[in-house]
């Protein structure tokens, strides 16, 4: 879980730079979602997958969730992405790309029927692995403080 929270601190502080209002985290903002992390271990609306090197060392993480829409919607589950992190050293190898294809059919394979995540325009590198596996822009968050 260390290296998991460790992953999610780097995201984190990526965001913070990306727009320090939209994510204003808490002083103790990786505690609390390490705790959050642990709890969704038991949840079986969430999935968690962790990719590990030959070592065992963790060095990616996807966390999803299944829920139902509501009423208004023809579908009756969706998933949605909520986090994928992949250690820095092991960037580009093609981790992040296998977390997300795994996900897809794990949360198919659960009954979803589409799936959303929600994602920074500074996002680049994010984006383009979204595509990859057939993820498309349909809506912009527009943001302001009150
Ligand atoms: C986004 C992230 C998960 C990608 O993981 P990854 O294991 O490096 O991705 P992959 O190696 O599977 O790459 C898949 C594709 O994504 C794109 N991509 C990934 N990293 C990239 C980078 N640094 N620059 C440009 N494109 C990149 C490429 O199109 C790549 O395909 P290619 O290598 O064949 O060109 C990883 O960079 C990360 O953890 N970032 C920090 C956390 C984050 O931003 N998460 C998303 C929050 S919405």
Redesign the pocket.
């Known amino acids: 879980m260390d290296a998991v929270a460790e992953?999610w601190r780097?995201?984190a502080e990526?965001?913070l730079r990306y727009d320090p209002q939209r994510w204003d985290w808490t002083d103790d903002y990786v505690g609390v979602q390490r705790r959050q992390l642990l709890g969704t271990m038991d949840d079986p609306n969430h999935l968690l997958l962790v990719a590990q090197d030959e070592a065992g060392q963790v060095v990616?993480y996807l966390l999803a969730v299944i829920m139902e829409p509501g009423p208004i919607w023809r579908i009756r589950l969706r998933g949605e992405i909520t986090?994928?992190?992949?250690?820095?050293r092991?960037?580009?190898?093609?981790?992040?790309?296998?977390?997300?294809e795994r996900a897809l059919e794990e949360l198919r394979e659960l009954g979803a029927e589409d799936v959303v995540?929600?994602?920074?325009e500074a996002?680049?590198?994010?984006i383009?692995?979204y595509q990859?596996v057939g993820m498309r822009l349909v809506t912009h968050e527009m943001y302001r403080r009150l």
């Not at 986090?83 to 820095?88: E, H, K, L, P, S």
């Not at 995540?117 to 920074?120: A, G, P, Q």
């Not at 996002?123 to 994010?126: G, L, T, V, W």
Request: net charge positive.
């Open positions: 992953m780097n995201m990526q965001h990616g986090d994928i992190c992949v250690a820095r092991h960037g580009r190898k093609g981790i992040g790309r296998m977390l997300m995540l929600r994602v920074s996002n680049r590198s994010a383009k692995l990859k």
